[in-house]
């Protein structure tokens, strides 16, 4: 078998990923500061969402659940894979022309449907003309994702994880272009993002070209591999169909309260930036990973490949999450309350915040346990618990709303993640033990628990010791840092003590993936 250097791969996804989630907070900076929270705002987050909400259909979502599989299998057995990769791309980019001709004339609609609280003030307008322009960013990130799990499975992840940087870059430039220039920095951002879109798509393009992963746009075929790619896509479809239904669910309820769903969308950047780093990485990785040793029936070499995606990703997520609900305030007030973003704005993020912090670990070991299924092209039995998920998520938010308003989606969404998690890790039981963490990991993970807790202990003494200095304006920035690097070491020296990890295991995993 053609090795996937696992850890290489991981760190390599994680580094882009990283950051893009970096410079992606940078962009959540200047528009807090540029514009805030208010109706522009929300506007923009609520169209932004509608190419996003289907980019996790056709993107990373149900397409890539189905095609990566496939396409890994066949170019493991050298069964023709380019052929099979170009009618993948004309069926894809078929539908998405379609799909996107029809939003450009029901963008009302869709936006009643996904904001309907916006109905009847300057809001809905707002959305209706800025969902128009960014929509068809759905038809390029869509192509690039393919073009990104293509070189995935060939084992070359660089291009495909630096391509999102693109827009974080792009969009930024933009907006720092719009206030040099006077202009309306909303219309700069607005229309940079289809031409991130395009920049994306060249970019994984001419990687793939150059990897030797050739593929032509034609007509689209109909062809059993085709028929194959649809019988998976479907409920994987229908799957992310219910987590989009979550979001929508919370925008929803979020859009009847002024400024939440710009509060809500920041705190949700925030608490991306571990997620995508920790499990969007170890998820794009490991699905093609346990694809291939599915397909050479090295039951051990997945177990291992599982255990120790699951053991890095905890290492990295728990003390993340410890740190998002014990200081999330300071990192609020620091990254984003300037410009038209108030101390009352940012303690409402904080909040929020704290709450995604709780269900962080649910959000990556979703992405942990998710391949389990795909591998085995079973995307129905993850469709069928993401409706159970959905059931709670819309429950609760719905629920809750009229008691405690708009953070009622932050606490669905963080409980619904929970149930997500333990109902995949119940149906991989009957996959036996290559589902199943090893030895090593189950006694690793109380000491990871307990590590981050002592870093949690540190920060919250740090944050109130520093409290002074993160007040002054010019030294924010470098007291919240030492802050976060200290609470690192902290848990870096206790993780080593506690055995949560070891550093030579960690050299030792890098010098093995670099052979």
Not at 134 to 160: D, E, R
Not at 311 to 317: C, D, M, N, V
Not at 373 to 383: I, K, L, N, Q, V
Not at 486 to 510: C, D, N, P, W
Request: a positive charge.
């Amino acid at each position: 078998m053609k090795p996937i250097r696992l850890v290489a791969g991981v760190m390599t996804v994680g580094f882009w990923t990283l950051m893009s989630r970096v410079l992606g907070v940078v962009r959540e900076i200047l528009i807090l500061g540029l514009i805030g929270p208010g109706p522009v705002m929300d506007a923009f987050v609520a169209a932004f969402r509608l190419p996003n909400m289907f980019r996790r259909f056709f993107a990373e979502g149900a397409f890539n659940a189905a095609f990566v599989p496939l396409f890994s299998k066949k170019y493991e057995g050298e069964e023709h894979p380019m052929v099979f990769a170009r009618d993948a791309f004309n069926g894809l980019a078929t539908v998405l022309l379609g799909l996107t001709g029809l939003a450009m004339i029901f963008m009302p609609a869709l936006v009643w449907a996904t904001a309907g609280g916006f109905y009847g003030d300057a809001r809905f307008d707002l959305t209706v003309g800025y969902g128009r322009i960014v929509f068809p960013y759905i038809l390029l990130i869509s192509l690039a994702a393919l073009f990104s799990g293509a070189l995935n499975t060939a084992g070359h992840f660089a291009a495909a994880a630096a391509a999102p940087v693109l827009l974080n870059i792009l969009v930024c430039a933009s907006m720092a272009l719009g206030v040099a220039l006077g202009g309306e920095v909303i219309q700069w951002l607005i229309w940079t993002i289809p031409v991130a879109g395009m920049a994306q798509l060249a970019l994984v393009w001419v990687a793939a070209e150059r990897s030797g992963l050739r593929i032509r746009p034609g007509l689209p075929r109909w062809t059993p591999d085709m028929k194959r790619l649809l019988v998976i896509a479907v409920p994987a479809a229908l799957a992310g169909g219910v987590m989009q239904i979550n979001l929508l669910v919370g925008q929803q309820v979020a859009s009847h309260f002024d400024k939440a769903v710009g509060w809500l969308y920041a705190a949700d950047r925030l608490y991306q930036l571990p997620l995508g780093v920790v499990g969007i990485a170890v998820g794009i990785v490991l699905l093609p990973d346990l694809s291939r040793r599915l397909k050479a029936q090295d039951d051990t070499g997945g177990r291992a490949a599982f255990s120790r995606a699951g053991e890095l990703s905890l290492a990295l997520t728990i003390p993340s999450s410890v740190a998002l609900i014990v200081i999330p305030l300071p990192m609020v007030a620091v990254l984003f309350e300037r410009g038209a973003t108030t101390a009352i704005d940012s303690a409402a993020i904080a909040t929020a915040v704290a709450i995604y912090g709780l269900g962080l670990p649910a959000f990556v070991l979703q992405k942990v346990l998710q391949p389990l299924y795909f591998a085995r092209e079973d995307t129905r039995s993850p469709f069928r618990y993401a409706v159970w998920a959905m059931v709670v998520n819309a429950a609760i938010a719905i629920g809750l709303s009229p008691f405690i308003g708009w953070l009622a989606p932050a606490i669905a969404t963080t409980l619904a993640g929970w149930i997500m998690v333990w109902q995949l890790a119940r149906g991989a039981r009957k996959m036996g033990e290559v589902a199943r963490f090893d030895t090593r990991f189950r006694n690793r993970l109380w000491r990871i628990c307990a590590a981050s807790v002592v870093m949690g202990a540190a920060l919250w003494g740090l944050n109130v010791l520093l409290a002074p200095w993160l007040a002054i304006p010019y030294l924010r920035f470098a007291v919240l840092f030492g802050l976060i690097v200290l609470g690192a070491l902290v848990y870096g020296i206790a993780g080593q003590t506690l055995g949560a990890f070891r550093l030579s295991e960690v050299k030792a995993m890098f010098k093995r993936s670099r052979t």
